[in-house]
């Protein structure tokens, strides 16, 4: 079944009063195959499975987990906040989302209190990211190349994007010339996603590979890498996915911008920097085949992080919907999140 509207952003979360469909995103882009949670359980296995991926799409599942469990009853709310939270550990906004449904449900925990919650949530993300993409745009400059790591658009979060959101605008304000997507291994978010999602706008884009980027910089073709995050420290450390750490080095090291665009969801003032956040690592067989096909010799073993921490000091900008951080450090960190 297509829930996706072809004049708009897709979405990859529906609401449908007694169950959560998600867009399968582990089959995209050649299959738009939805499934649908009744439970808790099968949204936190959704979360793990990569089915429904990208930080603030994460939180807003498990959000609307939280409603899923309300309709048992209290006590199964109580039991699914911990197995939710436990999904992924790198992505604040999963805590986020939950503490905020948390703190609803201790309020009133009807479960149409706590649909309107999380619904709310999921507006406020879409919001967000519209915001945030005239704000990011609005700092490109005329006739820009930019590069974009992972998939950060529709599928990511609420609709519209955080990076991606920033392209889109950027494209339509005509700052932008030049897309470039980088495939992200090794679960090809880059490849699979974004480049489905740009197509599906109808966005000129070209891919390239992980291991192209340097000599994409050095070419010129490029004046701004503009990435997401998946959790900003206090003192501007971002947590992104794996490879973005070597695209903020090279980036410093050809002269070309970087910006980190993110909603205040994935801010965490508690985490006094990068050092501290907990990088998922995730089964090694992602890395040891592709498609379902081994690509290595039996017996192989692969380390597998997919996450990594670019200091704030490599960072020329971080893009909230409270405004811009130019420059981040712990001061002007406090000065918008304290
Ligand atoms: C706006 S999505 C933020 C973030 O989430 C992605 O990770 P994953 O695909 O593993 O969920 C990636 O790091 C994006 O930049």
């Given at each position: 079944m297509n829930d996706t509207n072809a004049h708009d952003t897709v979405r990859s979360v529906l609401w449908r009063g007694d169950r959560l469909r998600l867009?399968?995103?582990?089959?995209?882009p050649f299959a738009e195959d939805y499934l649908d949670c009744t439970t808790p359980e099968e949204v936190a296995q959704a979360i793990r499975d990569l089915v429904v991926r990208g930080a603030p799409a994460i939180g807003i599942a498990a959000a609307w987990g939280v409603v899923l469990a309300a309709r048992r009853g209290r006590n199964a709310i109580d039991s699914a906040l911990p197995l939710l939270r436990a999904?992924?550990?790198?992505?604040?906004n999963l805590m986020w989302a939950l503490d905020r449904m948390q703190r609803a449900a201790a309020t009133d925990a009807d479960p149409q209190a706590l649909e309107a919650e999380a619904q709310r949530i999921q507006d406020e993300d879409l919001a967000a990211n519209r915001h945030m993409g005239a704000l990011g745009a609005g700092l490109l400059g005329e006739n820009v190349g930019v590069l974009t790591h992972c998939n950060t658009g529709s599928l990511a979060t609420?609709?519209?994007?955080t990076a991606l959101g920033v392209i889109r605008a950027g494209v339509s304000s005509g700052a932008i010339t030049r897309v470039f997507a980088g495939e992200?291994?090794?679960?090809l978010q880059g490849a699979r996603l974004t480049m489905w999602e740009l197509g599906h706008d109808a966005i000129a884009a070209t891919l390239v590979s992980d291991s192209a980027a340097a000599h994409l910089m050095k070419s010129g073709q490029v004046q701004w890498v503009v990435v997401g995050a998946d959790r900003i420290a206090a003192n501007g450390d971002v947590a992104n996915k794996i490879g973005t750490y070597q695209l903020a080095i090279v980036a410093r090291h050809h002269g070309v911008k970087f910006m980190v665009v993110a909603p205040?969801?994935?801010?965490?003032?508690?985490?006094?920097?990068?050092?501290?956040i907990e990088i998922e690592m995730r089964d090694p067989h992602e890395l040891l085949s592709h498609a379902g096909q081994r690509t290595v010799v039996e017996g192989a073993v692969a380390w597998n992080p997919v996450f990594d921490v670019t200091p704030a000091?490599?960072?020329d900008a971080i893009v909230t919907e409270r405004g811009v951080i130019e420059h981040p450090d712990g001061n002007s960190m406090r000065a918008l999140f304290a």
């Open positions: 867009l399968d995103q582990r089959k995209l999904a992924r550990p790198t992505a604040v609420a609709g519209y994007g992200t291994r090794p679960w205040a969801s994935t801010v965490d003032m508690a985490t006094a920097s990068g050092a501290d000091g490599l960072i």
